[in-house]
C-alpha cells in the first residue's frame, strides 16, 4: 500500500494568493514525523517544515504551514501569500520511528505553478 | 549554513563501468542516506547508515551497490556494474539524528548519473 499519497500532480496558483497541497499517509506506527520538502526546477532538495505525531499543534515556518488532521491521516502543507519563486516540485515524506527508524518514505510530488 | 557536498554533479559513464559516487555530510551529523530520483518522479530510499554500518537498506539496493565511509568526512556509493536503469539523480543526504524530532534530512545537490 501506498504510504504517502500526493494526489494532485499539479497545482496552479496566482501571486499572493494562498494554496493548499494535499497529502495523506498510511502507517500502523504511532509515531512519525512528516516533512515536507521543495524541489526547484535547478533540482536540489530542500527542507521546508516538519510535524511530529505526538504534536498538539500545527507547524509554521514562515509563509509555511502544515494541516494536520491526525485522525484523517493527512498533512497539507498550506503557502500563504504565493511568490513566483514557489514555483517547483512539492514533496511529502514520512519517517516511522520504530518501524523503519531513519528512512523517509516520499510521495510522488506535486508540480506547484505560480502564476504573476 | 553547513550543507552537505556531492561531487561530481554529473557522471557518465558506459553500461558495465564501476561509478562511485562522492558526499560530504554535514559534519556533525550522525545518519548518512543515499536516495535516487528517476528523471521527474518519486524520490526512492537506497540506504541508510550509521556508525559505520548500513542500518537499513531497500530492494533496489542489491549486491551491485556498496556504501562506505572510507575516512571521518567522506561518504561514498559505489555501483559495481552500471546498467541503463541507473541513470537517475543521486542524492546524499544527513541527519543530526534518527529521531524524528526537529531531524529532517539535508540533501545534497545531487549527482546526475547517466549509463549509455
Known amino acids: 500500500a501506498q504510504k504517502i499519497t500526493q494526489t494532485q500532480p499539479g497545482m496552479f496558483v496566482q501571486e499572493k494568493e494562498a494554496v493548499t497541497l494535499d497529502c495523506t499517509y498510511d502507517?500502523?506506527?504511532?509515531?512519525?514525523?512528516l516533512f515536507w520538502y521543495k524541489q526547484p526546477s535547478s533540482g536540489e532538495m530542500i527542507f521546508l517544515i516538519y510535524?511530529?505525531?505526538?504534536?498538539?499543534q500545527n507547524a509554521t515556518e514562515g509563509r509555511y504551514s502544515l494541516n494536520f488532521q491526525k485522525a484523517r491521516k493527512s498533512a497539507n502543507l498550506v503557502i500563504s501569500a504565493s511568490q513566483l519563486g514557489d514555483s517547483a516540485m512539492y514533496f511529502c515524506a514520512m519517517r516511522e520511528l520504530n518501524t523503519n527508524a531513519g528512512k523517509s518514505t516520499f510521495g510522488d510530488g506535486t508540480t506547484l505553478t505560480v502564476k504573476p | 549554513e553547513p550543507e552537505v557536498t556531492q561531487t561530481p554533479s554529473h557522471q557518465v559513464t558506459q553500461m558495465g563501468q564501476e561509478v562511485i559516487l562522492r558526499c560530504v555530510p554535514i559534519s556533525n551529523h550522525l545518519y548518512f542516506y543515499w536516495y535516487r530520483q528517476i528523471l521527474g518522479q518519486k524520490v526512492e530510499f537506497l540506504v541508510s547508515?550509521?556508525?559505520?554500518?548500513?542500518?537499513?537498506k531497500s530492494e533496489i539496493f542489491d549486491d551491485q551497490f556498496s556504501v562506505e565511509r572510507p575516512d571521518g568526512s567522506n561518504f561514498t556509493l559505489k555501483i559495481r556494474s552500471t546498467k541503463l536503469e541507473d541513470s537517475a539523480m543521486y542524492f546524499c543526504a544527513s541527519s543530526v539524528g534518527d529521531s524524528f524530532n526537529n531531524s529532517p534530512l539535508h540533501f545534497g545537490n545531487g549527482t546526475r548519473l547517466t549509463v549509455t
Open positions: 510535524q511530529g505525531s505526538y504534536d498538539q
Open positions: 502507517t500502523s506506527d504511532p509515531s512519525y514525523g
Open positions: 547508515f550509521y556508525n559505520n554500518e548500513i542500518s537499513e
